[in-house]
């Protein structure tokens, strides 16, 4: 399912964006309505959320990111899957950042080699 600007998501998350999409799913910039924060929330499309391998592949992802709490790492505040079916992370929101660049530290990224925030 492709959600839109204004869509609420399990009654909590407010669509505001799509910031990108592959093949596996979309990446929309939200807002906590609960929490009155911005977050960015990874859905995985139907067709590959019922085939097990991916669910428990977002299940590990989820669970990995979550790990990091503390560190420069995204910090992870749900995963689940929404009343409509589709299966989601939510995370908080790093302004200029990728899911990937986020989730998978062990690469620079572009943006990141130009901020000075940025040092190894």
Request: aromatic share 6%; proline share 3%.
């Amino acid at each position: 399912m492709r959600y839109k600007v204004d869509d609420i998501i399990d009654g909590r998350y407010k669509v505001l964006g799509l910031l990108g999409q592959g093949g596996h799913g979309m990446v929309y910039r939200a807002e906590d309505l609960q929490l009155e924060a911005p977050v960015a929330i990874k859905t995985l499309h139907n067709d590959i959320a019922s085939e097990p391998g991916f669910k428990t592949r977002m299940q590990r992802e989820a669970r990995a990111m979550g790990t990091l709490s503390g560190t420069s790492a995204v910090q992870i505040y749900a995963f689940n899957k929404a009343e409509d079916g589709v299966m989601y992370i939510v995370r908080s929101s790093s302004r200029g950042a990728t899911w990937s660049s986020t989730s998978d530290r062990s690469r620079p990224t572009a943006a990141c080699s130009r901020s000075p925030r940025c040092s190894s």
